[in-house]
């Protein structure tokens, strides 16, 4: 029998061998073949086995993975999903910068079994990366101590009667080179061979298994040579009968590899700084309200439904909403916009973002690991590893790349003896070094990660929050964007637009008064509307009396001994109020756009109206434009009708939009649009965009909306406004160009060094490369690539 069933919770190779094992020891199983890409196993089984047998194999397992039927929700128990996403997300668990074994973690901080890099902190742990940086800068200066004088020693030899060989002969000399290279090669640049010796039995060839070979052949060579010298021929020899040693290149070379890993080290903590300077905003205490009584309590004790108070200049400990008072809040750090916002009872405050110089109290609604800054956190940490396709290149010719190197180091050393000048060997042997230290690949494994890191935590200041690298390859590459209306074009939320007078003896502030007092005893969104725009007007509301709603027309009361009735066409009716045939048209002219209308009769009177819609984010027009003036087609869909999506898409020049859309319509629409070649990015913000969303090139999640919009999401923006779509756009620009240039410098220094190393101008110029040149331009591409992906910082997005 043969089943195939869905698998969740696999990221990488390793999870996917990791489940087949253990699929494959239920007892029963013949075989068990896991495809990582669809998140499917096909079992092969001699007799039919229940799927609950596989479910507690996987819970024995760890219950890190969980098996169901095709088409079903995983059944992974809350308490072990919380434990599972604890262990990956942990401090002390550790990934290759490389990702050879695509999101494999790993325990210990050692290094990569593939590539050989140094494992870095899944999170960006400062101490951590400190630590490594202290610890590799030690060796280096304690290289830089012992491998100098056998530097000075080896170059002596140039100066004519070297009055070194007046304290004694070359050949001792030779020996003191040996024992000041021993500290250099068994402690400060040990780890290299080591790495080197990895790759070669796992035959995962990378850049230490070329510096591992050159630095070996030349420190064994020169060994042997003081030991053996007999053994060698005369060319070998200097005039004196000792044999030439190199190890001033095995030593200057390692110690030239060392730096490279010290400035990298310390670069690889700037390209994170942006998760630290995202952590660093994270309060750690806050100020509880219980019975009245004030405490300072740790930030993990607080609970959901705890009322805190938050002074001024304070950060706002957890997300939650305003529940007395105001103030204004500089959010600055998570939206990247520098005004701060006006905020008051009943408004939603994030977790880091700091108060302005009124106290409130605020009821927590989501702590710990549900705030938006720890969910930007892990959004920035898992998008930094993430790999962009681009990368594919760089490892796929990483993977030719070393073993073409050493066939050429070994033609190099062959054409040399046999064709070369005298000494041949001696020049054989050098050029062969120097093909293998100067090819070393490692600026072209960088290329990638370095970029997309920096790319992303740029991204996060921003108020773009990138889920993997793949968005920002696809976003540079999108030729069209659907957007939704409600909540991404406009505000999404009812507004007021407009209050209008008819009655001469009523001004607007008078009329806005009446309405926001009488509207302040009914809990209706659009009541609620119109009470907060009388607020945010500085309107003083009375109390009112007599107030009762009367159904599918309006609401009346007494506000200041005045008769009111608030409502619709029927309400004025009801309240025996005339409306003529001018107030008509005119509130017909707003009926038309899909606008709310309510009439406002003062002792059977009609006084005025209030004009409620959807209002246009103030930012839609500009960033719409912006798009198009970059060749990017804007299409709006709308649930909404015919009328209404008509007056938004004149108002901000759209020329392509459609009306009545449900989701499936949403969907449909994506699905063409791609038949016909097109690369599309869809924003939206609720729960109807999701599948479309999902299905996109790149979807695009307002972070004002729901939570399973910014899950179907490759990109949430936080302040949650089409200007965040223009950042994110030119973020994915620069980021695209920077990993092309570095994956450029990259390759055309290997593909200009090598025949340099190799000796292919000494025919004409004479020139030839030493192994110790080589080494220092090998370290300083690294270094290259680094300090152009750190350019990224400071590019402007907006």
Known sequence: MKHTYHVHGMTCKGCRNHVAQTLSKVQGVVNASVDLENAQATIEMASHIAIETFQKAMEEDGGAYSIHKLGEQPKTPEVKKEKAKRKRTGTGTFYCPMHCEGDKTYDKPSDCPVCGMDLVPLQA??????????????????AIGFTLPIFFI????????????????????????????????????????ERAYKSIKTWNLNMFTLIGIGASVAWLFSVFGILFPDFFPVQFKTDSGAVHVYFEAATVILTLVLMGQVLEARAHSKTNSAVKELLKIAPNKAVRVVDGTEEEVAIDKIEKGDILRVKPGEKIPVDGVITEGQSTVDESMISGEPIPVDKMQDDKVSSGTINGNQSFLMKAEKVGSETLLSQIIQMVNDASRSRAPIQKLADTVSGYFVPVVVIISLITFAVWAIWGPEPAYVFALVNAIAVLIIACPCALGLATPMSVMVGVGKGAQNGVLIKNAEALEKLDKVDTLIVDKTGTITEGKPTVEKIGVFASNFSDSQILHF??????????????????????????ISKTENFSAVTGKGVEGTVDGKKLDLGNAKMMEYANATISAEMEAEA??????????????????????????????????????????????????????????????SELNLADFKAGM?????????IKLQQQGKVVAMAGDGINDAPALAKSDVGIAMGTGTDVAIESAMITLVKGDLN????????????????????????IYNALGIPIAAGLLYPFFGILLSPMIAALAMSFSSVSVITNALRLKTKSIN
């Open 125 to 142: 742990d400062a101490s951590s990366e400190e630590n490594t940086y202290k610890k590799l800068l030690k060796k280096f200066w304690i």
């Open 154 to 193: 080896a170059m002596s030899e140039m100066i004519p009667n070297n009055p070194l060989y007046d304290v004694m002969e070359q050949k001792w000399w030779n020996w003191v080179q040996f024992a000041l290279s021993i500290p250099v090669v068994f402690y400060a640049t040990w780890m290299f061979f």
């Open 515 to 540: 309405i926001a007092s009488l509207n302040s005893a009914s809990e209706h969104p659009l009541a609620v509307a119109t009470v907060k725009y009388g607020k945010q007007q500085r309107i003083d």
């Open 588 to 649: 017909q002219s707003f009926q038309k756009q899909g606008k709310t209308v309510s009439y406002l009769a003062i002792n059977g009177e009609v006084a005025g109206y209030v004009v409620i819609g959807d209002k246009v984010k103030a930012t839609s027009a500009k960033a719409i434009k912006a798009l198009q003036d970059k060749g990017i087609a804007v299409i709006m869909l709308t649930g909404d009708n015919h009328d209404t999506a008509q007056a938004v898409a």
């Open 662 to 670: 449900l989701p499936e319509d949403k969907l449909k629409e994506v």
């Open 724 to 747: 965040g779509i223009v950042k994110a756009k030119n973020l994915s620009h620069a980021v695209m160009r920077n990993i092309k240039q570095n994956l450029f410098f990259a390759l």
